[in-house]
């Protein structure tokens, strides 16, 4: 095991002064705080003993009755597992499917995370190439024949922002299905999305060859430490015997809380404003890219949703060498080269524009440029 680059980066950011694009953390802005304080009291005084008592391994059954009305695609809450955030969704799916030795495929570049989930069960993973569309099928299909399965974030992707097209999808999920090779697909930004929502996922194509994570931490709020795998029915039981090995069940009382708060519809009215936020601020961080790195030879892109935009480097510069020189400018991002399981592109980086003002987007993208400017 090893260390989170990016949490060892955070330690940076907690300077005064410094301007951090390098979390991969929501807007606290966008916290329901008067929905928990009214859901805390409602569940401590009508199921309070219940709340605070151990409870059972799979979940909340109205919980995991809302997350399966959720999905587009026919699901029983009999496949829904609560897990302690989406994380431990990707620890348990490591243990239950990965033996020593064991090929896992992941997209070129990948979420750090999952690497770390992933890394223990000492699996050798193997980057498939990808582009701006996602997954590149055909060297999926090379690289696919005894693989236990393939990690993808079609949706508004940690760490580059990119979103799968359609025809991508359509194409994944026919060449995995010929294959035979399960898909793990890795969905917390989903709901993220600008201006019209992503494509249907992947395990809607084909549900019994894929399983799927999500999270409540980037549309309500990631202290409460909840998420969710859905998974085939064949499965579940291996995955229930690994969580309740790890924790038992996830926090009783916190699920009460989210299952109070989204009983009357509130995700339908709160998940919007979040949208409109990051939006302002993605349009932020993109002006001002194109403001301050005029004829830098930097490139960047342009996301449809999530936290995240992707960045490379003129020729010759190497982001882990300009980090701490955009440091001392008061600015802080994310090295790309952490996001890859093999032959990382040490020219990227990974900034995030959603917990920081627009005033200070500006201030820090041009610090960002001064310092590739001096590099160069």
């Known amino acids: 095991m090893n260390p989170s680059v990016i949490r060892e980066i955070l330690k940076v950011t907690e300077k005064p002064g410094i301007i951090s694009f390098a979390g991969g953390l929501p807007s606290p802005k966008t916290f329901p705080v008067d929905a ?24 909340l059954p109205a919980l995991r009755e809302w997350i399966a009305g959720q999905l587009p695609w026919d699901v029983s809450p009999d496949q829904v597992l609560i897990t302690t955030g989406s994380q431990q969704g990707l620890d348990l799916v490591a243990k239950v499917l990965i033996d020593e030795g064991s090929t896992v495929l992941v997209e070129t570049p990948t979420y750090l995370g999952a690497l770390q989930a992933f890394t223990p069960m000492e699996p050798t993973i193997v980057s498939v190439d990808s582009d701006a569309e996602g997954v590149d099928v ?22 580059t922002g990119r979103t799968m097209s359609e025809a991508r999808r359509a194409a ?16 917390p930004y989903g709901d993220l999305w600008f201006d019209q929502p992503p494509p249907k996922p992947l395990t809607a194509r084909n549900p019994e060859g894929c399983i799927y994570l999500g999270s409540f ?54 998940v919007p404003t979040i949208r409109a936020l990051y939006k302002s601020q993605c349009a932020a961080m993109l002006d001002a890219l194109k403001t301050e790195m005029t004829g830098l030879d930097v490139q960047w892109n342009s996301p449809d949703g999530g936290m995240f ?42 900034l995030s524009f959603v917990t920081a003002s627009v005033e200070q987007i500006h201030i820090g993208i041009k610090a960002l440029a001064d310092a590739i400017r001096e590099a160069v």
């Not at 304080?37 to 799979?58: F, I, K, M, N, W």
């Not at 909840?226 to 229930?240: F, Q, S």
Request: net charge positive; charged share 20%; aromatic share 8%.
């Open 309 to 350: 935009l992707w960045v490379r480097l003129p020729a010759g510069l190497n982001a882990v060498e300009l980090l701490p020189k955009a440091v001392d400018k008061g600015v802080a991002f994310v090295p790309g080269a952490a996001f890859y399981a093999t032959e990382a592109d040490p020219r990227t980086l990974r």
């Open 36 to 59: 928990f304080a009214a859901a805390c009291e409602a569940v401590l005084r009508t199921d309070g003993r219940a709340a605070l008592q151990y409870a059972s391994s799979e979940g």
């Open 138 to 159: 055909a060297d999926l299909v090379k690289k696919a024949p005894g693989a236990r399965f393939l990690y993808v974030l079609p949706n508004f992707q940690n760490p």
């Open 172 to 187: 994944l999920v026919a060449a995995a299905q010929a294959a035979g090779l399960p898909i793990v697909e890795d969905n």
């Open 217 to 270: 931490s980037k549309v309500l709020a990631p202290g409460l430490r909840l998420g969710y795998v859905i998974a085939p029915k064949a499965i579940m039981p291996k995955l229930l015997q690994a969580k309740q090995a790890s924790d038992l069940h996830s926090p009783s009382f916190n699920q009460r809380m989210v299952a109070e708060v989204l009983k009357d519809g509130f995700i339908d009215r709160h």
